[in-house]
């Protein structure tokens, strides 16, 4: 539960960040159509900021060298008429956060571990007059309740004396790989219902210095047995990673590979050495569609996993980092990907089918720079 706290101390607290994320799926009262909506509480220097939020991409700062200070409540959604990103900034005093779970304050809206309510609103002429606030035009409220089902701990790279250290330029941790949300979102005016059968719910968190330059997440909850035609309830998949930054050095490209069938897990960790893990990984973005083809496999078990998502149901995802640099412009991010995972147990010297899962509604994210 600790991982899921907040971590913005020493010097991380004038060079960091940290952000808490949900994506979730809600039923319009309207239509019943599906839409998936995502919620992140952020905050950046949280040491160098007072009163009022301090912007990085605002020119003036820019001039000047002046470190963004401030927190952020960043919500939207995808849809076929277009998606959007809305970003509410506030000032360091607004913001309070506990280190020992999710429990966060920002202006009136909170996040808690079983509740997260809040509310974001941009007008499209402040959009237009604004460029530093890198958002669209829009609103959404929600008051949700949280449970959280599934979690993966990554292992050894958060650790403990690893997170002290600030070793990784980013840490990740799901505390909710696979959570259930109850209760309502407004967006642009339309009510949406969010259930636990539904919402294919998902809660994680980053925290360090800089983001990853090759960035890929993806999740699904949303799991129907190939060989039965059976929904599946508790099973899960999550894969993070891609250049991990170490003290400063590059590593190679890996990824983190994590899949739960019906509660047990199958964990495809490049940490966890005595499984020896190995893995190969196609992972991009066309004019078409976003593209996760990945293998991963260890001395008990192997998942090939094959999943995409339309180019016109993702979004740029807009972050500066603690320095104020706007790097990632090509960060695509969604939450229509579909596709299959294939998953074997070693069995005799070699690998045995265990079944077929198809997946949709699932989230993904890759970007490079």
């Known amino acids: 539960m600790s991982r899921n706290g907040y971590m913005l101390k020493g010097r991380l607290a004038r060079r960091g960040y940290d952000w808490w994320w949900h994506s979730l799926v809600g039923i319009s009262k309207a239509t019943g159509e599906e839409r998936p909506f995502f919620i992140e509480y952020y905050v950046v220097n949280p040491a160098l900021g007072g009163k009022e939020p301090i912007l990085g991409q605002l020119e003036e700062n820019k001039r000047k060298g002046i470190k963004p200070s401030y927190a952020m409540l960043k919500a939207g959604s995808w849809g076929k008429e277009g998606a959007v990103q809305i970003h509410n900034f506030y000032g360091?005093?607004?913001?309070?956060?506990?280190?020992?779970?999710?429990?966060?304050?920002?202006?009136?809206?909170?996040?808690?571990?079983?509740?997260?309510?809040?509310?974001?609103?941009?007008?499209?002429?402040?959009?237009?007059?604004?460029?530093?606030?890198?958002?669209?035009?829009?609103?959404?409220?929600?008051?949700?309740?949280?449970?959280?089902?599934?979690?993966?701990?990554?292992?050894?790279?958060?650790?403990?004396?690893?997170?002290?250290?600030?070793?990784?330029?980013?840490?990740?941790?799901?505390?909710?790989?696979?959570?259930?949300?109850?209760?309502?979102?407004?967006?642009?005016?339309?009510?949406?219902?969010?259930?636990?059968?539904?919402?294919?719910?998902?809660?994680?968190?980053?925290?360090?210095?800089?983001?990853?330059?090759?960035?890929?997440?993806?999740?699904?909850?949303?799991?129907?047995?190939?060989?039965?035609?059976?929904?599946?309830?508790?099973?899960?998949?999550?894969?993070?990673?891609?250049?991990?930054?170490?003290?400063?050095?590059?590593?190679?490209?890996?990824?983190?590979?994590?899949?739960?069938?019906?509660?047990?897990?199958?964990?495809?960790?490049?940490?966890?050495?005595?499984?020896?893990?190995?893995?190969?990984?196609v992972c991009k973005t066309t004019d078409k569609k976003g593209i996760w083809d990945i293998t991963a496999w260890n001395k008990n078990a192997k998942i090939e996993i094959s999943f995409s998502c339309p180019r016109d149901y993702m979004q740029l995802f807009n972050y500066e980092n603690p320095d104020g640099e706007k790097k990632h412009n090509q960060l695509w991010n969604g939450h229509h990907a579909s596709g299959t995972v294939k998953l074997y147990r070693k069995s005799g010297g070699a690998y045995e089918l265990i079944d077929t899962f198809d997946g949709r509604m699932g989230g993904c994210e890759f970007g490079e720079y």
């Open 92 to 281: 360091i005093d607004d913001f309070s956060a506990s280190p020992q779970k999710m429990d966060v304050r920002i202006g009136a809206h909170t996040a808690t571990e079983t509740h997260i309510k809040g509310a974001v609103r941009i007008t499209k002429e402040e959009s237009l007059a604004h460029p530093e606030f890198m958002a669209n035009a829009g609103e959404m409220s929600w008051d949700i309740k949280v449970k959280k089902v599934l979690s993966y701990d990554v292992g050894f790279g958060a650790s403990k004396p690893l997170r002290t250290l600030s070793a990784f330029q980013m840490f990740w941790h799901v505390e909710g790989m696979k959570t259930e949300y109850t209760g309502t979102i407004e967006f642009n005016g339309e009510e949406y219902g969010i259930t636990p059968d539904t919402c294919c719910g998902y809660q994680d968190k980053n925290w360090g210095t800089d983001y990853t330059r090759n960035w890929v997440w993806l999740n699904c909850n949303n799991f129907t047995s190939h060989s039965t035609g059976k929904k599946l309830k508790m099973t899960s998949m999550d894969v993070g990673g891609a250049q991990p930054v170490f003290f400063g050095m590059n590593l190679p490209r890996r990824l983190l590979v994590a899949f739960y069938h019906e509660g047990q897990l199958y964990e495809f960790n490049f940490s966890k050495v005595w499984l020896n893990p190995k893995q190969r990984f």
